[in-house]
Each structure stands twice: as C-alpha cells, then as structure tokens.
C-alpha cells in the first residue's frame, strides 16, 4: 500500500510544554488507520498537526517534518511556500463535538465552497446536495434546507458536518473522537459511513473505542505520551482477547 | 439547616428582585401614560402647521415636537453611522488580533474611555469647536455633526466592549472548524465568529443607540436649541427630543407646558423602543441566514 502520509521527528508543543516529543510514522493511503491512546497522549495534537490547525491555538511552536500525498506529489505541510488554507482544505477534518456553524443547513455547506473555493452559487448548491447525499442526509433535510443547522439532532449534524467537509473534496480525512459524542444509533451510521468512504479517501481516525477499530480498522497505531508510537499488526487488532492484552501492556 | 434557610432567602431574593426590574418599568411607564396621555395630539406633534404640510412639503413647525423628533432620528443615524462600524472595528481588533501589551493598553484606553462623564465630553466638543475657530476653521460653530461626534465618543467603549466581549466568549472549536474548512483567519471572522456572536454584538449596539437617544449632557453643549426647526444640514443647530424635554420641565409657564413634557417623555419612549425593536428584528433576521 502506498504511502500517504510521513511525519518525521515531529514535535509539538503550547506554550513551552510540550505535548508530542520527536515522533515519527507513515500512514497509508485508504485505510481506515486508527489512532488509539490514553487521553492526554497527544493523539488530537497530531492529528492536527498534520493539517497545521494547532496553529490556531495561542502559544503553540512545531518542529520537525509532515509530509502528505496529495494528488501524486508529496507536499510538505510546513514548507513556507504551502499555503495553510489550501493544505486545509485537500486535508479535511472532522471534530469530536459536531460543530455546526450557526447557519442554515444548506448554507453550512455552501458557506465554504463559496468564500474558500469561490465557487458560484449554483455549482456550490449542486456540491452541497451531492455532499448531502453522499453522508444519506439529504432526504432527511431536503424540505428544510433553510431551517438553522442546529435544529438537526445531534448524529444529523455530525454527518452534516462531514458533508461540508467532503463538498470540499478533500484528499486526506482526518476523524477526532468522530462518535464520541453520538449514541449508539448515530455512531454506527458515521462507522457505516467511514466504511464507505475509505475507497475514495486517506482516513485516519483518533478513537477511543477499541471495539470500533477492531471492526473497521485497516491498520492501528497505539500513541504512548506523545513519544512512542507502536503499529499493533492486523490479526493482534482483530482478536479481541490479544488487542486488550496489548493495550494494557502498552498503556 | 441554616444552609437550607439561607438558600430560600436567596431563592425569594432572587425572585423578588427579577420581578422588581418590570414593575419599576411599569410605573415609570403608566406615570408616563398618565401624565402624557391627555397631551399626545397631533398639536403635540406639529403645532398650528397642517401636518401635511410639514411631513410633505417641510413647512415649519413651531410649536411642535416634529423638528425635535426629526433632530434626535438624524442624530441617532449620524452616531450609529460612525460609531458602528469604528466600535465593532475595534472590538475584532482587541478579540482578534490585539496581544501581550498592547492588547492591555487598548482595553485600558477603552476602559478609561468609558469612565468619562458625558458632560465631560461636551465640554470636549465646545472645547474642540473653540479651537477650531482660533486655528483652521474660523467659521465652525457647535452643531449637529459635534453633537454626533461627541456621543459617538460616548457610545463607542459600549460597542468596543460588547463586540469584544461577544467574540472572545465563543467557543475555541468554533474558530477551528472555521480553520479546518480552508478560510482565512479573516474569512472566519467575517463569517463565522460574527454571524456567531451577533446578538452579542446587537446588543452594545442597543445600549449605544438607546444612550445616544436619551443623552442630554453632551447636545446641550454641542449644538441643540430649543428652537432650530428642521436641521437644513450637518453644520447646523438643530433641535432634540431630550432637551425639549428638559427645556420644557425646567422652564415651563403652565400645566399645559409641563404635560407637553410628559407626552414628549413618552414619545422619546417610543422612539427609542421602537428603534430597540428593529434592531432586534434584524438581529432574528440575520442569525438564520
């Protein structure tokens, strides 16, 4: 399997403390590859790292080097000639708590594509429904596109979330906790969904849940402190009784 | 036990004092009502002159509130014309892009800002007129433009500190998500963080409208009379609804006179309510979209 992302001695940290200390892996494309570790080890700081959104929290320095396949070059993520909001946009993210912009449904999706693509306004439209249908949402909305997103329930905003993301097609998803906050009914439908998308896309899913990276993940990686970082192999993952072994061994 | 006791106290405390707030609402209004109610005729409004005449043709009105009405609306245009967008301007400026030291001295100006009484800036303004006339504008006299200038010094620590306020207490995810989907940091100021806080953001520009509505302090010495008429330009005197207020209570010869007050007071009322009223309509409108 090809290469989709290489991070070499990366190192990350806010306000002098740091957070993620000279680690180095390479993710392959597809996936989906999962990121497991206990809270605080970094996992959400490197997830971010990779499309330089740590950047926008105050205090935050980075040192080392993330390179990411986008179409079929390598771009390198901190170079000074790439720019952050393209970079942002081929490496699209989904957050833990659905953050639905306070704005209509339908202009949720059209917002982006508008302002950061400069797309007209039917094109935008025509993305947002394919986007819409993409994550089954659009039947479920289609009569109340101008009603304010956040009269969606809470699985129906995450997946309209995830619709305003792939509208802008992205290359690489980068998935924080994406069902951490969803009942079982709700997460099950985004796990549906990540199953789905993995052919068109690099994903890479920070979770908790080891029972939902025993079932969808392609390949697995444990986070240790911000420091180790361990690939558990595909049959440890997959036998229950092996992978909580491992995971108490290694955190 | 005692905790039990104490926490019912506070409870009734509570209480009582939220419903405080309507009720002193309701008496300062039914004595409005009571007292301006018999005065509020279209005599009120445009005294001997045809109101036809004034509304459509800009016939002179002497005896009216109209002029004093049309002066305090065009005041209230003229600061919510400056004072708005210099006020939200600032407070992205302080939420935004302000850091370290500086962001203290400009939230330290605003706040100095803030503390100065409004008679203090009238004075500045009839200060700022004579130095005017001794240097670059012998002409310049206290009107209707000072007047605005001087309350939009007045409202604008109201605007900068809603604004700033407002934006500050949003969620960090909200300013990530922005990020995430490939917009500028401006992009998600613009679009995001002040669709997000605007009712925040509405409401310093309540406070600053109702403030410069009522303000008298301030007009008294910057350009208002008791009888301009219609102001015919910026550089004009002009006449006021709070000082007609105030020039009639203090002045007034008859009953007649001092009801005439009451009914203007109630007017101003409206006035500033139904402005309020607006900004709120527009507030709804704008949250949806």
Same mark, same amino acid.
């Given at each position: ?8 001695? =990366?190192?990350v ?6 957070v993620i200390?000279?680690l ?13 570790g206990?809270?605080g080890s970094g996992k959400t700081t490197l ?46 993210? =989904? ?5 639905? =912009? ?45 009603? &304010? ?9 995450? !997946? ?22 969803? $009942? ?7 796990? $549906? ?6 052919? !068109?896309?690099? =994903? ?9 990276? !025993? ?8 986070l240790?402190d911000g420091?180790?970082?361990? &690939? ?8 229950? $009784? ?5 995971? $108490?061994?290694?955190? | ?39 509020? /005729? ?5 005294? #001997? ?26 005041? *209230? ?14 407070? *992205?400026?302080?939420?935004?892009? +302000?850091?370290?030291?500086? /962001? ?9 800002? +803030? ?12 200060? %700022? ?29 109201? %605007? ?11 969620? #960090? ?18 679009? *995001? ?14 406070? +600053? ?27 004009? /005197? ?10 009639? +209570? ?24 139904? %402005? ?9 409108? %704008?949250?949806? /979209?």
């Amino acid at each position: 399997m090809k290469a989709a992302i290489r991070v070499d001695k =990366l190192s990350v940290s806010f306000t002098g403390k740091p957070v993620i200390r000279s680690l180095s892996l390479e993710i392959a494309s597809g996936g989906p590859t999962f990121l497991v570790g206990r809270s605080g080890s970094g996992k959400t700081t490197l997830l971010r790292a990779l499309n330089r959104l740590n950047e926008c929290l105050p205090g935050c320095a980075t040192g080392g080097q993330v390179e990411l396949r986008l179409g079929e070059q390598w771009v390198d993520a901190y170079a000074a000639t790439t720019s952050i909001e393209n970079l942002r946009r081929r490496v699209g993210m =989904l957050f833990q708590s659905p953050n639905v =912009l306070p704005l209509s449904i339908l202009r949720n999706i059209e917002m982006p594509l508008k302002v950061a693509l400069s797309l007209p306004a039917d094109e935008a439209e025509a993305r947002a429904e394919q986007a819409l249908r993409e994550v089954h949402l659009w039947e479920e909305v289609k009569d109340r596109l101008s009603q &304010a997103a956040s009269t969606l329930s809470g699985g129906q905003q995450q !997946r309209l979330c995830l619709a305003r993301t792939l509208a802008l097609r992205p290359e690489i998803l980068l998935l924080d906790e994406p069902t951490a906050s969803l $009942d079982f009914k709700a997460a099950q439908r985004i796990e $549906d969904l990540l199953v789905e998308l993995k052919s !068109r896309y690099t =994903l890479l899913v920070v979770s908790h849940s080891l029972g939902q990276a !025993r079932r969808i993940a392609e390949s697995l990686f444990v986070l240790h402190d911000g420091e180790r970082i361990e &690939a558990l192999s595909r049959d440890v993952f997959q036998d229950r $009784d092996a992978l909580f072994s491992v995971m $108490d061994e290694l955190i | 036990m005692a905790e039990r006791r104490l926490e019912n106290i506070a409870v009734v405390f509570a209480w009582l004092s939220a419903l405080l707030v309507p009720a002193l609402l309701a008496v300062v209004t039914g004595f409005l009502l009571l007292r301006g109610w018999p005065s509020l /005729k279209v005599a009120l409004w445009f005294g #001997d002159t045809p109101p036809l005449a004034a509304l459509l043709y800009g016939a002179p009105v002497f005896d009216g509130i109209w002029p004093a009405c049309q002066g305090t609306l065009y005041l *209230i245009a003229l600061v919510a014309l400056m004072a708005i967008p210099l006020g939200v301007a600032s407070g *992205i400026f302080l939420a935004e892009y +302000a850091s370290g030291r500086s /962001k203290r001295l400009f939230s330290f100006c605003v706040e100095l800002l +803030a503390g100065i009484p409004s008679i203090l800036m009238g004075l500045f303004g009839f200060a %700022l007129i004579l130095f005017l006339r001794r240097t670059l504008a012998p002409e310049a006299n206290t009107c209707l433009l000072l007047s605005a200038f001087c309350l939009m010094l007045l409202v604008l620590p109201y %605007l900068i500190s809603s604004t700033r306020l407002a934006i500050e207490s949003l969620p #960090d995810a909200l300013r990530l998500t922005g990020a995430s989907l490939g917009l500028s940091h401006w992009q998600v100021i613009r679009r *995001i963080l002040l669709a997000a806080s605007a009712p925040g953001i509405f409401s310093g520009v309540i406070l +600053a409208i109702g403030r410069a509505a009522e303000d008298t302090a301030v007009i008294l010495m910057t350009g208002v009379v008791a009888n301009a008429g219609t102001p015919g330009s910026l550089s004009a /005197k002009y006449e006021a609804l709070p000082f007609h207020i105030y020039y009639l +209570a203090a002045e007034y010869q008859s009953p007649a006179e001092l009801a005439q007050a009451f009914a203007s007071a109630l007017v101003l009322l409206c006035l500033t309510g139904l %402005l309020l009223l607006a900004a709120r309509r527009l507030q709804a409108r %704008l949250e949806i /979209k």
